[in-house]
């Protein structure tokens, strides 16, 4: 139990580290909060046992760094669209193309006003 | 990106003639596209639907423009940049020409409609990269419009007048293929919205195609109970999971 729980406390604070530095960190919250419950069951045979091995310190190190980072990409990050420019030329350029078009075509069929 | 739009787009296509009394140049609506993922929704695309005036020698048409454009922090991963418009009769929002340019990941391709009413066919130009041009002229029924003009001929629809469980049908072009959809109207809603608290239609969305729309009363899309029907709020669910659209801002509405 105490070996078990050991090993999916590192996986899933690895994964919560991994999760929390993508675009997707607010992912991360899911394997944290497993990273914590494993890692405090382990802590708890450890101590049982009477020896705690440094590793599950460390998940928990790792897991606070991975809610640390989330938390503050989720306050801090504003989400925004960049790198618009190209889109603006093509929509400029369509129109000045579509106009060229319309010119061509029989406006008449459908009676709009001038 | 593409799901989104259809589910947009079979939101709001309609087969009508009603007169435009709703939209006028100058609108601009902002959406933010969000993406449920693992039971978290996370914030996509920045979607617009914006409307102009386009004078030719002959006449003044309404464009209808339509972009979205993922959020920076996204664009390393999968960078969209995708614009939709149609060019339609100010009055009665017919379409003469829509045009469809989309950008998505290492995907391109460009699409043009040339639309004849008279002969009931539209001229199709599609161009994909690395690829020939391909143009192809396909028949059409008298009611069927675009994506982008059915988008906005929705708001056109005359909603104090339906009863609960009332059904209109619609057919769209797509891909150089007429689709069927319908709208199930499903009574009044009071919901919150960044723009405020808003009365509004809740219309249930359908598709013949059920590789876009998924299961019955899925996909629903409040409009604002008002004149000018603005689309606020939309839960779509498709082959690649669910999401939802929200309204951020409204700017230049007629009513």
Redesign the interface.
């Given at each position: 139990m105490k070996k078990a729980t050991t090993i999916l406390a590192i996986i899933t604070s690895f994964l919560a580290i991994i999760l929390s530095v993508l675009p997707v960190s607010n992912l991360a919250i899911f394997p944290a909060i497993a990273a914590l419950v494993f890692g405090l069951i382990a802590f708890y045979f450890s101590k049982k046992s009477g020896h705690v091995k440094k590793i599950i310190q460390f998940t928990f190190l790792l897991t606070i760094i991975a809610l640390s980072i989330t938390i503050y990409k989720a306050i801090f990050t504003t989400i925004e669209v960049a790198d618009t420019e190209t889109l603006e030329a093509k929509e400029n350029e369509s129109e000045e193309e579509a106009l060229k078009d319309l010119e061509d075509i029989d406006l008449e069929e459908l009676e709009i006003g001038g | 990106m593409k799901y989104i739009f259809l589910l947009v787009i079979a939101c709001f296509s309609i087969t009508l003639k009603g007169q435009n009394n709703a939209i006028a140049a100058g609108e601009k609506l902002t959406y933010?596209a969000a993406y449920n993922?693992?039971g978290?929704l996370?914030?996509l695309?920045?979607v617009t639907m914006e409307t102009s005036e386009?004078k030719?020698?002959?006449?003044?048409?309404l464009?209808l423009?339509c972009?979205a454009?993922?959020?920076?922090?996204?664009?390393n991963?999968f960078?969209i940049?995708d614009?939709y418009?149609s060019?339609v009769?100010?009055?009665?929002l017919?379409p003469?020409?829509y045009?469809r340019?989309i950008n998505e990941g290492s995907y391109s391709k460009a699409m043009?409609y040339?639309f004849?009413?008279?002969t009931k066919t539209v001229k199709s130009v599609q161009t994909k990269k690395n690829r020939p041009e391909e143009n192809k002229t396909v028949s059409i029924g008298s009611g069927t419009k675009d994506i982008v003009s059915t988008l906005y001929n929705i708001r056109l629809l005359d909603y104090d007048d339906m009863a609960i469980g009332d059904r209109k049908t619609f057919t769209i072009i797509f891909d150089r293929k007429e689709m069927k959809g319908q709208i199930t109207y499903l009574g009044y809603e009071t919901i919150d919205t960044a723009i405020g608290e808003k009365e509004c239609y809740k219309l249930a969305i359908g598709s013949d195609q059920t590789d876009v729309l998924q299961g019955n009363n899925n996909n629903i899309l409040w409009l604002t109970a008002d004149g000018n029907k603005i689309p606020v709020y939309g839960k779509f669910k498709i082959p690649v999971g669910n999401g939802e659209l929200k309204i951020k801002s409204a700017t230049g509405l007629l009513n």
């Amino acid at each position: 139990m105490k070996k078990a729980t050991t090993i999916l406390a590192i996986i899933t604070s690895f994964l919560a580290i991994i999760l929390s530095v993508l675009p997707v960190s607010n992912l991360a919250i899911f394997p944290a909060i497993a990273a914590l419950v494993f890692g405090l069951i382990a802590f708890y045979f450890s101590k049982k046992s009477g020896h705690v091995k440094k590793i599950i310190q460390f998940t928990f190190l790792l897991t606070i760094i991975a809610l640390s980072i989330t938390i503050y990409k989720a306050i801090f990050t504003t989400i925004e669209v960049a790198d618009t420019e190209t889109l603006e030329a093509k929509e400029n350029e369509s129109e000045e193309e579509a106009l060229k078009d319309l010119e061509d075509i029989d406006l008449e069929e459908l009676e709009i006003g001038g | 990106m593409k799901y989104i739009f259809l589910l947009v787009i079979a939101c709001f296509s309609i087969t009508l003639k009603g007169q435009n009394n709703a939209i006028a140049a100058g609108e601009k609506l902002t959406y933010t596209a969000a993406y449920n993922m693992s039971g978290i929704l996370t914030n996509l695309a920045e979607v617009t639907m914006e409307t102009s005036e386009l004078k030719t020698s002959k006449a003044t048409l309404l464009r209808l423009k339509c972009t979205a454009a993922t959020y920076s922090k996204w664009d390393n991963f999968f960078k969209i940049r995708d614009l939709y418009e149609s060019y339609v009769n100010p009055n009665t929002l017919t379409p003469y020409l829509y045009k469809r340019d989309i950008n998505e990941g290492s995907y391109s391709k460009a699409m043009k409609y040339t639309f004849s009413h008279k002969t009931k066919t539209v001229k199709s130009v599609q161009t994909k990269k690395n690829r020939p041009e391909e143009n192809k002229t396909v028949s059409i029924g008298s009611g069927t419009k675009d994506i982008v003009s059915t988008l906005y001929n929705i708001r056109l629809l005359d909603y104090d007048d339906m009863a609960i469980g009332d059904r209109k049908t619609f057919t769209i072009i797509f891909d150089r293929k007429e689709m069927k959809g319908q709208i199930t109207y499903l009574g009044y809603e009071t919901i919150d919205t960044a723009i405020g608290e808003k009365e509004c239609y809740k219309l249930a969305i359908g598709s013949d195609q059920t590789d876009v729309l998924q299961g019955n009363n899925n996909n629903i899309l409040w409009l604002t109970a008002d004149g000018n029907k603005i689309p606020v709020y939309g839960k779509f669910k498709i082959p690649v999971g669910n999401g939802e659209l929200k309204i951020k801002s409204a700017t230049g509405l007629l009513n």
